[in-house]
């Protein structure tokens, strides 16, 4: 019986603490956002400059070969020029999910058109859907052109 009266207390601070840590959920769905910054095109262009992940929406699902998850999606920019991006899981917590991955440009001016690797991206996700915050780098040369995004969860 004493032993019981110990155990009730310590299963009270579990459960609260499984409320409080959103541990089982998922942030599975459509994710979108804007971000910020600018990189010159990796071919001769008419315009100056692209501004990256400017507006961007992803999905979010389990990796269907291997445990973890995959983030894809297009970005797009106010004058027209789009791209994809593409990332994997690299480190889950209770309450975060970590990606790294790729973003590509669009050359649309060609049949068929090019994609162009443009340089790696981070993102973080709250598992509970409130936010997500990233960086992305341009490859011309790395590490001088970069900016950031940030969303949010917005279906499942």
């Excluded at 790729?102 to 409130?130: A, C, E, T």
């Excluded at 040369?141 to 940030?150: D, N, R, V």
Aim: overall charge neutral; glycine content about 12%.
């Amino acid at each position: 019986m004493r032993s019981l009266k110990k155990l009730v207390p310590v299963a009270l601070a579990v459960v609260l603490l499984l409320g409080a840590t959103p541990v089982f959920a998922q942030p599975v769905g459509t994710w979108d956002g804007t971000g910020e910054g600018w990189c010159p095109f990796p071919v001769p262009y008419p315009s100056e400059y692209m501004k990256p992940w400017q507006t961007w929406k992803g999905r979010l699902e389990p990796d269907p070969n291997q445990v973890g998850y995959i983030f894809f999606g297009d970005w797009y920019d106010a004058s027209g020029e789009r791209g994809v991006f593409k990332g994997c899981s690299i480190l889950s917590t209770p309450t975060e999910i970590y990606f790294e991955g790729d973003w590509y440009w669009i050359d649309y001016r060609v049949d068929p058109p090019q994609y162009h690797l443009m340089g790696p991206f981070s993102m973080k996700f709250r598992r509970d859907g409130r936010s997500c915050k990233g960086k992305w780098q341009a490859h011309l040369p790395f590490g001088i052109y970069s900016g950031t995004m940030e969303g949010s969860w917005v279906e499942p």
